[in-house]
């Protein structure tokens, strides 16, 4: 089985996040920290970014970015990019 990148969205009034799980593949979640840091060179954002360790599910491991008090929705470029990049599709 081929490991891969799982994306999930979540949005709220002015609440925006973004969860990428990339298991326990160091090199995913290399590529998962580069795309993000990419875009926030690019775009000039600073989201906060999260990285969630499971002690007891490695397969769980994922980094979460997060918008608060997004009221102009700018959140939608930035994950559009790091979706893009990673060239993956977003569950609910």
Do not use: W
């Not at 969860?19 to 979640?29: A, E, H, S, V, Y």
């Not at 769980?60 to 959140?75: G, L």
């Not at 893009?84 to 569950?91: A, K, N, T, Y």
């Amino acid at each position: 089985m081929t490991e891969q990148i799982k994306a999930y969205v979540r949005m709220e009034e002015r609440y925006e996040g973004l969860c990428l799980i990339f298991g326990d593949n160091p090199n995913l979640k290399s590529q998962v920290l580069e795309t993000i840091e990419e875009v926030k060179s690019e775009t000039g954002m600073k989201p906060m970014v999260f990285e969630n360790i499971s002690n007891d599910d490695h397969g769980k491991d994922a980094f979460y970015i997060e918008f608060n008090d997004d009221v102009q929705r700018d959140a939608g470029d930035f994950f559009e990019r790091v979706l893009s990049r990673l060239h993956l599709v977003c569950s609910e």
